[in-house]
Structure formats: structure tokens, C-alpha cells
Nanobody
């Protein structure tokens, strides 16, 4: 099946940097895209950044220019490099994978357990 493991979260001060990583273990699936979502207290889960199989990236407006998503296709990992972090970035960050079974074109979403990022003085 599909299993995702995130790492790199933790407490940081405003203006500092942090790097999140996600490793995907798959069997019998083709990964279409990988990315990151986040959920702050009292808010719905929102897109942070994604990267598809062609290397095309997309970002949420408030993080564009500060956050950068990259992918290692051979190792099936996706990373999120975060710079100039703000208190508003505080949230649980979730790794997301869109994948389809071999021989099928329909895609499904898979999620990691989440990693906490807390930005405060």
C-alpha cells in the first residue's frame, strides 16, 4: 500500500528556517504528485505546496517566496524548506501523496500522520 513518514518539525523562533521531509513507501502504486498541507487550530486544512511528476510546483500565496518544495524521484521523498518563518505559520503539517495503482488512471490521496511546527518567541 502507501505509507508516509514525516520528519523535521519542531519549535523555532520567528525569522528562522526549518526543513520538513517526507518518505513514501509504496507497493503497486505510481506516484503522481507529492506535497504538503497544514492545519492550524480552529482552521481547515489548507494547501502549502505541491510538486507533480513533471516538476511543476504550486504554493499557497502567503508562503510563496519563503517556502520551497523539492522531490527526490528515486528515493520517493518530498521536502519543504521553510525560510523567514512567522507565528502565522504555526500548524500541523501533513505530507500528501496522490497515487494510482499500476494499470489504473484514477488517483487517490494518502496522508502522513502530521508533524507540529510552532513559531514563537
Amino acid at each position: 500500500q502507501v505509507q508516509l513518514v514525516e520528519s523535521g518539525g519542531g519549535p523555532v523562533q520567528p525569522g528562522e528556517s526549518l526543513r520538513l521531509s517526507c518518505a513514501a513507501s509504496v507497493s503497486g502504486f505510481r506516484i503522481v504528485a507529492m506535497g504538503w498541507y497544514r492545519q492550524a487550530p480552529g482552521k481547515q486544512r489548507e494547501l502549502v505546496a505541491t510538486i507533480n511528476s513533471d516538476g511543476y510546483t504550486s504554493y499557497e500565496e502567503s508562503v510563496e517566496g519563503r517556502f520551497f518544495v523539492s522531490r527526490d524521484y528515486a528515493k520517493r521523498t518530498v521536502s519543504l524548506q521553510m525560510h523567514r518563518l512567522r507565528p502565522e505559520d504555526t500548524a500541523v503539517y501533513y505530507c500528501n501523496v496522490k497515487a494510482s495503482r499500476f494499470g489504473r488512471s484514477d488517483e487517490h490521496n494518502y496522508w502522513g500522520q502530521g508533524t507540529q511546527v510552532t513559531v514563537s518567541s
